[in-house]
């Protein structure tokens, strides 16, 4: 059973290296992001993601945790997301933290204590191979590092040694079972980290690479499935309103491991990437649905998203996103038109969606060098721009001095502007996430269903009592339906329901009562 406060949630993720820097050393804070929960909320976000924020040699961004339980100096003290947990709840806001169950860094004490050549308590925490120059077949291993005569397994980087949740099916000497108490052990420790935040306020967590966990797994995962209900069991009794989001992208095995809600993610070709994403063609043309006139088809969204949908919708959500911190950001390829109707879409949709920071307001993908092991991502990863002040009100530190820099072109999008502009992006933002929180009928529960998804016509859904309509097109566009006594709440163009026909203008989305 998912957390019930999840029912009405809409996520803001924070990469908090780049959302608000409140000490002018060019990074982004915890107070920065405490001084935001009005701005947060004020948009119609009640919960927050917060990338890793943990100390960490920021190898990968903070995805390379050198301990757990310690907040990075650069982002503040314990004490200070602590305070931040207690700033948010009084607003009504919950905060999930980044979970990285899957690897440390290199340098985390575990790692270090298990390199060493004399059995102590860690030497079984990493995945080692017997000898040094055995490697582990399938799986990307590191050797000549140690005093151990030993090879360890990696989970991305190399900077992040794997950690021992065993094997589902062992082949070799060095291969623990799943269930061999030193795998064990690392789910407990694991489970220590989780409640250390919980009890200090956290409400949950964004778990990466969720499904990487025990090696060796067969398809269903069914090594690691039994691990997360295992951690899942403990949640329940000891933090029963705790939720955790599943970086897997497969929610009918994510939900059926107990989590509470999963990721729909950008993968090349796959239902998701279609709706926003669907530039890198074989004809090198854009397909994507919400690109004005691209001749995208909904139903290559549809046909994955409905089968999962159908198979989950009694066992948790599905999240949709705008983006996150490994993705192009939306607005590479669309413009803040394109962007209002995607936006629309995905806003009410069935499950629990997320507004990555800046997406809001269309923030550029950068052209910009790597940092921290961001690579392409990197330009999906900038400050913040809340207005065109010094480092567009980032921060009032040094522009060179900056985490990464600010987007230097003329017409860069800010906060403040689009405020100051009823048909802004942010406004539509705001109002379509109004129009959530308004009605039942459009939140994580109410029912789903397709009226019409022809290529070539606007797309109809029902949610509950709503019926809803978008024509991502640039002509406009009619379906006959019978909608009864339509009653229209929300456009955004033109629409109109009249006799048996529903019209919509060139690029537009209307709400129904019926
Ligand atoms: C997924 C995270 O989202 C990404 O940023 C990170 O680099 C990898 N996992 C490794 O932790």
Known sequence: MAAKWLKDAVFYEIYPQSFRDTNGDGIGDFNGIIEKLDYIKDLGCNALWINPCFDSPFKDAGYDVRDYKKAAARYGTN???????????KKGIHVLLDLVPGH??????????????????YTDRYIWTSFCFEGAEGYPYVGGESERSATYLLNFFKCQPALNYGFHKVTKPWQLPENHPEALATREAMKDVMRFWLSHGCDGFRVDMAASLVKNDDE????????????????????????MVSEWSNPPLALRAGYDMDFYLNERGNGYSTLIRDYQNHDGEDHSYFKKDAGGNINRFLDQYLTWYEDTKDKGYISLLSCNHDTLRPRYNLDEEELKLAYAFIYT????????????????????????????????????????????????GNSED?????????????????????????NTVKAILKLRHDHEDLQADAPFAVICSEPGRPLVYRRGNLILAVNPDGNAKEVKTDLGKAENIFTLGTAEYKE???????????????
Request: proline residues 6%; charged residues 25%; aromatic residues 12%.
């Open 402 to 426: 900056l985490y990464l820099p600010v987007d230097p072109s003329e017409d860069a999008p800010t906060v403040e502007a689009q405020e100051a502009d009823p048909s802004s992006l942010l």
């Open 104 to 121: 440390t860094s290199e340098e985390h004490e575990w790692f270090r204590q298990s390199q060493k050549a004399v059995k102590n308590e």
């Open 500 to 514: 048996g026909t529903l019209s919509l203008g060139a690029q537009s989305f209307a709400v129904f009562n019926v």
């Open 220 to 243: 269903k995962k069914s090594g690691t499935s039994a691990v997360w209900r295992d951690i899942r069991r403990m949640l329940e009794l000891e933090y029963p309103d705790a939720a």
């Open 79 to 89: 004490e200070d997301l602590y305070r931040l947990f207690e700033e948010a709840h």
């Open 349 to 396: 949709l069935p499950g629990v969606p997320f507004l990555y920071y800046g997406d809001e307001i269309g923030m550029k993908y950068l052209d910009i060098p790597t940092k921290e092991g961001g690579y392409f991502r990197t330009g999906s990863r900038t400050p913040m721009q809340w207005s065109k002040s010094a480092n567009l009100g980032f921060s009032t």
